[in-house]
């Protein structure tokens, strides 16, 4: 449970991933924008890729 709700200072190696996984979610955001038609198909596209990046940096913290 503490796993779950605790903060997690990062380390510098936690640090590097995170903003790794920020830019190259930014990046697919970017590309997917030009690409896609605006859509109720797009909009979902876009709040799964902030769930993808919330979920990575959880991981990232917490192991």
Same mark, same amino acid.
């Given at each position: 449970?503490?796993?779950?709700?605790?903060?997690? =200072?990062?380390?510098?190696?936690?640090?590097?991933?995170?903003?790794?996984? *920020?830019?190259?979610? =930014?990046?697919?955001?970017?590309?997917?924008?030009?690409?896609?038609?605006?859509? *109720?198909? =797009?909009?979902?596209?876009?709040?799964? @890729?902030?769930?993808? @990046?919330?979920?990575?940096?959880?991981?990232?913290? *917490?192991?």
């Amino acid at each position: 449970m503490d796993k779950r709700f605790d903060y997690h =200072k990062p380390d510098e190696a936690k640090v590097d991933a995170h903003t790794t996984c *920020r830019a190259t979610c =930014k990046a697919l955001a970017q590309c997917l924008d030009e690409l896609l038609p605006e859509s *109720r198909e =797009k909009s979902i596209v876009f709040t799964k @890729l902030e769930e993808v @990046l919330m979920w990575a940096n959880a991981a990232i913290a *917490r192991n």
